[in-house]
């Protein structure tokens, strides 16, 4: 199952694609769908299915139906004789770019395949909430669009690719890139509507062939333009956010020496059955903000990045619980020892974290010691 950030991506791209149907939602000229099966164009056979994160085609009322029933086309169509996907959109998050390029480049085998766009999202930098991220616009043209560099793809003739570099952070370094707003043209993608209709004349050449666009009544825009900033935000905002600790944070847990490994598991255990309760649930609400503000300074900067897991106890200050895969303490080293117990050294503090899992989530209790 795709990840929250990769499902939250794709549902943004669906809604760019849909902005020049106008809003209307019954047999709008333009179908935007979500991964429908089409044969990959690799495959002469027409048995080889594949699919792509979002897929944008003409209805059908635009196009000729296809007129071979038994294999898809001419002209192509998905695998349930639909109209073929003219853009299509592929988003990789465990995936590197070498697999996404290669996966762009197979649906730009297929001739009625006008662009494809793949997003390829970077993991967070260590130690932060910034991300590297990477779009490529695949496009078929007869020369090489405007815009950011376009690179030719030597496998085939008459395709190119632009990209842009659009995180928090630029590819390979730390310095910020320029995609820090809204509508920056240099962070959109521009697509003109008009390649979701094309379907040229069967047997005649294409040359000088112009697709037939829907009046302005039905297709409301010229181009589907994507703003990249706003794919930016999405993942940050859906990405799973680091919680940071600092050490000065935890001078003023109330400190208990020579918590033994057992003791740890014991009181881990307590505070499961405590954060299982209702009554707690209830108390957690209340206790948030205060909570919050002391490991963070400002409850703004928590309503931005949506730290919503963050568990603490009332009865036990010493003890404060954080999803176990979002751990990172600020200026210190990790260690893990034989028995699972993290250990956090730092030049005064001796932290030890222990694993457990609530209603399904792995979590870590921390327990903070001075160091003499």
């Not at 429908?36 to 994160?53: C, G, R």
């Not at 007869?142 to 995180?167: C, H, K, M």
């Not at 706003?230 to 000065?248: K, Y």
């Not at 209830?282 to 928590?302: A, P, R, V």
Request: proline share 8%; hydrophobic share 40%.
């Amino acid at each position: 199952m795709p990840l929250p950030v990769h499902a939250a991506v794709v549902s943004m791209l669906q809604d760019f694609f849909k902005i020049p149907n106008g809003g209307v939602i019954r047999d709008p000229p333009i179908t935007v769908l979500g991964a429908p099966s089409h044969y990959d164009p690799s495959d002469n056979t027409y048995t080889l299915k594949t699919y792509a994160d979002v897929t944008v085609s003409p209805h059908i009322a635009h196009l000729t139906v296809p007129i071979n029933l038994r294999r898809p086309g001419p002209p192509p169509c998905d695998v349930e004789k639909n109209p073929h996907g003219r853009i299509f959109c592929e988003v990789a998050y465990t995936e590197n770019l070498n697999f996404l390029h290669k996966k762009c480049t197979n649906w730009m085998l297929e001739g009625y395949v006008r662009y494809v766009l793949g997003i390829k999202i970077y993991e967070r930098r260590k130690g932060s909430i910034n991300r590297t991220l990477t779009a490529r616009l695949y496009s078929r043209v007869a020369a090489p669009p405007t815009g950011p560099a376009a690179t030719a793809v030597t496998t085939l003739s008459g395709v190119f690719y632009q990209e842009w570099d659009f995180g928090t952070v630029q590819f390979g370094n730390n310095l910020p890139t320029g995609c820090n707003a809204p509508n920056i043209i240099a962070y959109q993608v521009t697509i003109p509507v008009s390649e979701i209709f094309w379907d040229p004349p069967i047997g005649v050449p294409i040359g000088g062939y112009v697709a037939a666009v829907p009046g302005t009544a039905t297709v409301t825009a010229p181009n589907f333009i994507i703003d990249l900033y706003d794919i930016q935000q999405v993942v940050l905002r859906f990405s799973s956010q680091p919680v940071f600790i600092h050490p000065e944070t935890l001078k003023k847990c109330k400190i208990r020496e020579n918590v033994t490994h057992n003791q740890c598991l014991k009181e881990a255990q307590e505070a499961v059955d405590l954060f299982s309760s209702i009554e707690f649930a209830i108390q957690i609400d209340i206790m948030l903000g205060s909570i919050m503000s002391n490991l963070f300074g400002t409850l703004e900067k928590i309503s931005q990045l949506k730290y919503k897991q963050i568990f603490a106890t009332n009865e036990k200050p010493d003890i404060l619980a954080v999803p176990a895969t979002n751990l990172e303490i600020m200026d210190t080293t990790i260690y893990q020892s034989e028995d699972v117990i993290v250990e956090i050294q730092t030049k005064s503090l001796n932290v030890k974290a222990v694993p457990f899992t609530l209603k399904g989530r792995n979590c870590m209790m921390i327990f903070a010691n001075i160091v003499k």
